[in-house]
């Protein structure tokens, strides 16, 4: 029983029609579904991904409004958005400088070709060439950016733990990830990185562990990662994970039905908090392909509600 790879990564932010139009107008992602955090109704919860929200390719926020993170381990230091190809890379650095989005340029780590940047809140992103690795994506034909260069899905995400061994026997021993390589932090080449991978591998199915001893643990708040996800292709599978969670005594949520997708939910021993989700049913089980995130959408059991959480939320666009 193996995971897949990332399925989505979620973000706080404290700034949502700031965050909607940086991810939709500047990294040209398509907002797959509006809808609200389900623990938490008074919030968005945003879905940004590939034209039909692909599994693999989200990137999600909840709209809390909280004051900035402060950085440091025991956290969701990274994540990458995968394109193809340096040609693609080279026109996202020139896009980027367009926007006065500050940048690295292109850099190489880990033997691959990047560039890192940060959204308005802070947020820690990198561009990725993942030489046309991973699932097919679907280029959403109204984004502002070409087809050819837009998102192809999630890459890396790296987290940052002040000690290696109780998250690689998480990684190993219970979620079935393989340690494959080393390399320096780049912000400080005495911290090793460890990158571990999923399923068959390659930049979609990769989590990389940053071991920072020296940090202070990190304060969540906006512009920081609230929790990474992992993929899981069906039921059954999904089942199997929470029953192996219990059989190793591992606190964990038990089955939450989120309506696009069915989730489990526990932390590893520093905290971070991990998510292994089904890849269905999908954004489209209550909306047409052709309008999603277009009006604010809602499981069924928060339905009869909807007059009054629309009413609690502020609009994120003009």
């Not at 990458?80 to 367009?98: H, I, K, Q, T």
């Not at 908090?273 to 069924?300: C, H, K, M, R, S």
């Not at 509600?305 to 003009?318: D, S």
């Amino acid at each position: 029983m193996d995971l897949k790879g990332i399925h989505h990564i979620t973000g706080i932010s404290a700034a949502i029609r700031e965050n909607y139009r940086f991810y939709t107008q500047i990294l040209g992602m398509r907002l797959v579904k509006r809808s609200v955090n389900q623990d938490d109704v008074s919030a968005y919860h945003l879905f940004y991904a590939d034209a039909v929200g692909t599994p693999g390719t989200d990137v999600t926020f909840f709209d809390w409004p909280v004051p900035r993170e402060q950085r440091g381990t025991h956290s969701i230091i990274r994540t990458s958005l995968r394109v193809r190809g340096n040609d693609a890379l080279e026109w996202w650095a020139e896009r980027l400088n367009e926007y006065g989005v500050t940048n690295t340029g292109i850099i190489e780590r880990d033997g691959r070709l990047m560039i890192d940047f940060e959204d308005p809140e802070g947020q820690r992103l990198s561009l990725i060439d993942d030489g046309g690795s991973g699932d097919p994506s679907h280029p959403w034909e109204r984004s502002p950016v070409p087809a050819t260069y837009q998102m192809r899905g999630l890459g890396p995400v790296v987290l940052s733990v002040p000690r290696l061994a109780p998250t690689d026997l998480i990684l190993t021993q219970v979620l079935n990830m393989r340690p494959v390589r080393t390399y320096p932090h780049p912000d400080n080449p005495g911290n090793t990185v460890h990158v571990y991978e999923m399923g068959s591998g390659g930049p979609a199915a990769e989590l990389h562990v940053a071991v920072q001893p020296g940090l202070p643990a990190a304060r969540p708040g906006a512009g920081g990662m609230h929790h990474v996800a992992f993929r899981t292709p069906n039921e059954q599978d999904y089942h199997a994970w929470g029953d192996r969670l219990n059989s190793l005594r591992i606190p964990n949520s038990g089955a939450v039905d989120r309506y696009y997708f069915r989730s489990l939910y526990f932390r590893e021993p520093n905290g971070i908090l991990f998510e292994i989700a089904t890849d269905g049913p999908g954004f489209a089980v209550d909306e047409d392909l052709a309008t999603l995130g277009e009006q604010v959408a809602l499981p069924p059991f928060l339905e009869p509600y909807r007059a009054a959480i629309l009413a609690r939320l502020k609009p994120i666009t003009e």
